[in-house]
């Protein structure tokens, strides 16, 4: 029986282009979104290329919506093989200015979305004694970054999170995880952002307003001097999921780009793919 595989998040970007790179490869793809009537562009792929790929709605800050996906699958296939964490959304807006219903909604989106599709597959996965979990993470769930405090929180949190889970789960009952942490992608991702966290127009008020303008320049300056490509695209980071969920030993952690490499280093150098850490965490608890 073909492997399948549970993506959340399909409509565009990485998620789109994971289902389909999957689907290509031989993976029976159970292709998720909040909002199915955004599937346009994936069910051309199906079509076009007749792609073992089948539609779900799933929306990962409603349970419900995870556990009916998880039952279609189950009930299909009496199983789940791997599971891609890859929904999430952008938020680039000072703790102060940000709505307890903004600070809500971005922690749900990243990382107790998370946590319930996890929750969800894990007694299938612990008794199949297999399965994989791979996680859309994001440099910023390495590094702080001005003004992303609310979005990179939430991406440690599932590091930390993933962290703890890889490092009883793998021995006994062969579950493997990783956070796969990409740079920039171009994506609707930045778009998304700000349009959501513009306040009249604006990415800040107040005292904060030339701070962000200068962080904006940055940006665009970083991205204009360095060698190396602070953007990828999102074939290119399907293309790494993919190349993880083939290895039969995966890392805790990978980047995806050499920018995101170079980014990171002071947070990584010692331990690139989180193995020294999982082996101490053993050794240390277990
Ligand atoms: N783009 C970047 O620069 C970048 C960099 C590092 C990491 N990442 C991470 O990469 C992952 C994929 O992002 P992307 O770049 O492909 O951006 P994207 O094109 O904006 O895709 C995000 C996906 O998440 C979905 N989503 C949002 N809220 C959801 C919810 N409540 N339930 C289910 N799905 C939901 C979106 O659905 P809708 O279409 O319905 O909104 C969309 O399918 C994210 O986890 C992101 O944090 C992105």
Redesign the pocket.
């Known amino acids: 029986m073909k492997k399948n595989v549970l993506i ?9 282009q994971a289902a389909v790179l999957f689907a290509r490869n031989g993976y029976k793809v159970y292709a ?4 199915v009537s ?1 599937a346009a562009e994936l069910e051309t792929y199906r079509k076009n290329e007749n792609l073992a790929i089948e539609l779900l709605p ?4 409603k349970s419900n919506t995870i556990a009916a996906a998880v039952a279609t699958i189950l009930s299909k296939d009496g199983k789940i093989d791997v599971l891609i964490n ?5 938020f680039a807006k000072t703790t102060e200015e940000a709505t307890e219903d903004e600070i809500n909604w971005v922690t749900n ?2 990382y107790t ?1 998370v946590v319930l599709c996890t929750k969800a597959v894990l007694p299938h996965m612990r008794k199949q004694k297999s399965g994989q979990i791979i996680n ?5 769930g390495l590094v702080g970054q001005p003004f992303n405090e609310l979005y990179c929180g939430a ?1 440690f949190a599932v590091e930390g999170y993933m962290e703890a889970l890889a490092s009883y789960l793998s021995d006994p009952f062969n579950i493997r995880i990783t956070c796969v942490e ?4 171009s ?4 778009k ?1 952002a700000i349009s959501k966290t513009s306040i009249e127009g604006q990415l800040a008020t107040g005292e904060y307003l030339p701070i962000f303008e200068r962080y904006m320049a940055g940006i665009q300056k970083r991205g204009n001097e360095s060698e190396l490509n602070l953007y990828q695209t ?1 074939e290119e980071v399907a293309k790494i999921l993919l190349e993880v969920a083939s290895n039969e030993n995966p890392p805790l952690r990978i980047r995806t780009s050499e920018w995101a490499e170079e980014f990171t280093a002071l947070k990584t150098e010692l331990d690139p793919d989180g193995s020294k850490l999982i082996q101490q965490l053993k050794s240390t608890f277990l």
């Not at 959340?8 to 789109?16: A, K």
């Not at 799933?58 to 800050?61: A, K, N, Q």
């Not at 990409?182 to 992608?185: F, K, L, N, V």
């Not at 994506?187 to 930045?190: D, L």
Request: charged share 10%; no cysteine; glycine share 22%.
């Open positions: 959340t998040g399909t409509s565009t970007g990485v998620g789109l998720t979104m909040r909002n955004k799933l929306d990962v800050t890859n929904a999430g959304a952008g989106v990243n979305g859309v993470t994001s440099v910023g991406k990409p740079g920039g992608i994506t609707e991702f930045m998304s999102p």
